[in-house]
């Protein structure tokens, strides 16, 4: 019995260090450097690890700039079933055609309810596409609640290269800020609405799929992709909304980068 | 002596800042389907400057000229589609040409 019991207290004890792993807001499109038709898959979900997907609510606003002009998107998208190692739930998917110039993405989702942490998470998601490097709204803040406005083209970068981006809050820079950041090891499918089975790389330790940074006195980020693949960069709690419906509120801001090898 | 390595190298540094410039500046060119029997183009440059007033020609197959325009305030020039296969010319200058042929439009 006294076996049994220091058992299950080790057994306890091991689901409660299991790592958190980050939630991402994925407004994900296999190529940020493309034009004509662009699909977009977007998810709620823990991508560096095929985790588990919440479901997505109607979002409060789906918009795109192009040369300073911007386009509702919202009445486009479709509702889809997005399915991971663990489950499946609700998220949408649209399609877009885009030309020249930069295209700026940006999802402002619903609140969504955590219920083990009895609070919200509103996660405003920025993709910035461009297929004929023609560079034209990347650099310009979209005047979100919260937003990272990048320093360097996140569409336009080798592996190894850096990417720096300003975090704002109601538009002034945010320093020292927490920042999370994550590789997106299972590649969307995106015909079967799944991740993949199975990851690109094996990270050698948890230490690796959440990565832990901060904004520095002028709330710049500064990070390298290593390798090819979509970076997840969200800064939690960055946003000036603190509640949502009498409950606590964390409003993140997440730019998703595109780091690509040369071809050989 | 010394005054002349001054300005050799100051006229050196000066060439290599041209050359730079150049490279880094360059010309670009995409040409749309509209889907209705027009062709929508749209030029600029990698450093973000608009292609407004550029030059813009069409030619046949053979490279005779069938259409000649110019970008407009948008950087963009609309034309009807021709038959057959042709070639968009966006001419901004030397060393600034892009030739887009109608198989490389994008639908």
């Not at chain 1, 360097?152 to 020292?176: C, I, N, Q």
């Not at chain 1, 994550?182 to 948890?206: L, Q, R, V």
């Not at chain 1, 230490?207 to 990070?223: E, R, S, W």
Request: proline share 6%; glycine share 8%; with cysteine.
């Amino acid at each position: 019995m006294k076996r049994l019991i220091t058992l299950l207290a080790a057994t306890f004890l091991l689901a409660l260090t299991v790592p958190a792993f980050a939630h991402f807001q994925m407004l994900y499109t296999p190529e940020m450097n493309k034009m004509g038709k662009l699909e977009f898959k977007l998810v709620f979900t823990h991508p560096a690890e095929s985790g588990h997907v919440m479901k997505m609510d109607k979002p409060q606003e789906f918009f795109v700039i192009n040369k300073e002009k911007k386009t509702d998107l919202l009445e486009t998208i479709k509702p889809i079933k997005w399915t991971s190692a663990t489950n499946s739930d609700e998220g949408f998917e649209t399609t877009f055609s885009a030309r020249g110039g930069d295209y700026m993405f940006v999802l402002v989702p619903t609140p969504y309810f955590e219920k083990s942490e009895e609070s919200y998470i509103q996660q405003i998601t920025k993709v910035i596409t461009n297929g004929d490097a023609v560079p034209t709204d990347w650099d310009k803040p979209a005047g979100l609640k919260t937003e990272w406005v990048p320093l360097d083209r996140p569409y336009a970068l080798y592996p190894g290269m850096t990417f720096r981006a300003v975090l704002l809050s109601d538009g002034k820079p945010v320093p020292d800020a927490e920042v999370e950041i994550e590789y997106m090891n299972y590649t969307p499918d995106m015909k079967k609405n799944a991740f993949a089975k199975k990851g690109n790389i094996e990270a050698p330790s948890d230490h690796f799929i959440t990565m832990v940074h901060k904004t520095d006195a002028n709330g710049v980020l500064t990070f390298t992709p290593p390798f090819a693949g979509w970076w997840g960069i969200c800064a939690l709690g960055a946003g000036p909304d603190k509640q949502f419906q009498d409950k606590e509120l964390s409003q993140d801001a997440v730019i998703w980068i595109q780091a690509t090898s040369p071809k050989k | 002596m010394k005054h002349i390595r001054l300005y050799l190298f100051a006229t050196l540094f000066t060439l290599a800042l041209g050359v730079s410039q150049a490279m880094a500046h360059t010309a670009l060119c995409n040409c749309f389907d509209n889907g209705d029997g027009t062709v929508t183009c749209e030029g600029g440059f990698s450093d973000g400057s608009s292609a407004a007033g550029v030059a813009v020609t069409v030619v046949d197959a053979g490279g005779a000229e069938l259409m000649k325009g110019a970008m407009d305030a948008n950087s963009q020039y609309t034309f009807k589609k021709p038959d057959g296969k042709f070639t968009v010319k966006f001419t901004a200058g030397e060393g600034h040409e892009v030739a887009v042929q109608s198989d490389k439009i994008v639908q």
